[in-house]
């Protein structure tokens, strides 16, 4: 099996049901078909300021959440990138290699600087090699990633390419990995925009993946929708076509099928039905969850069994590496 790697940030609180949707319940699917290294990338955390007992639950958390939706910590590897320290390593190293220029024009580094004016640290400037890094340890022929994230790869792409030109085949060149469903799950209260977490809009938008059923239907009954009352899929619907979206993604029928469900169906009753399927859907995902996450004793077996597992892939890269570039044996 080719390897795949992906990391997430344990940025607090449930992932969004957007993140699930586009990310996440793709981690799960992928797991079929590739070796699967998830990294909770704590180090990529601290490029903001942060609460360091917070980061510390986040990332228990999230790695407890990561098992709910069903992220198998024996077939794939799962860690947090902290407690290897290949990953820091490598990011030095690939440090001089990566230039001011490549790193002064990556999108997500301009915005993170505007927003942060106050901590514009050279953590965030060096943010993407630390993200190649990650990627080039684990010789990562694949890497799931959204829009936001394809500059990041294509970079770490760059970096092994010359790397490889200069030292001969060290990297495996990742290639992105566009997740195949297309449904983009958007804000309820404004479906111009994705659902994400970081909408600050009163959350009323965003469903949380831990959202108790009451809440998943308050949000959902108050979802913008429009003042026809038919429930078809179009672009001149995009409310509907939302509810529709996320519909079919937890019932997996079609849209086509989803729109024939609702024949003849007023707005309210469309929303209860909808409510009611991410509901059920997720109550799962929240169940095993809290039984999980009381678990303490577990979540440390599989730390224990888990960070070496990943070590040892991530140090005979960098043993390479060194070998390489001239560090004494
Ligand atoms: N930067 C990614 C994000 O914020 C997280 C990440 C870190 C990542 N290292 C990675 C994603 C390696 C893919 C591959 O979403």
Known sequence: MKTLFSGIQPSGGAPSLGNYVGALRNWVKLQERYFCVYSIVDMHAITIRHDAAELRKNCRDMLAFLIATGIDPEASVLYYQSAVPAHAELAWILNCYTYMGELSRMTQFKEKSKKHQDNINAGLFTYPVLQAADILLYNAGFVPVGEDQRQHLELSRDIAIRFNNMYGDVFTVPEALIPESGAKIKNLQDPSRKMSKSDGDGDQGVIYMLDPPDSIASKIKRAVTDSESEVR???????????????????????????????????????????????????????RYREISADSAYLDKVI??????????????????????????
Not at 241 to 266: C, M, P, Q, R, W
Not at 273 to 282: I, R, S
Not at 309 to 315: K, V
């Open 233 to 287: 899929y179009s672009e001149t619907k995009p409310g509907v076509s939302n509810l529709l979206d996320i519909y079919s993604v937890f019932t997996d029928k079609t849209i086509a099928e989803a729109e024939k469900d609702f024949a003849g169906v007023k707005y309210g009753p469309f929303k209860n039905a909808v409510a009611e399927t991410v509901a059920a859907a997720l109550s799962a995902i929240q169940s």
């Open 304 to 329: 224990a069994s888990n960070t070496p597992r990943a070590a040892a892939i991530a140090e005979k890269t960098l043993k390479a590496v060194k070998e390489r570039i001239g560090f004494p044996l």
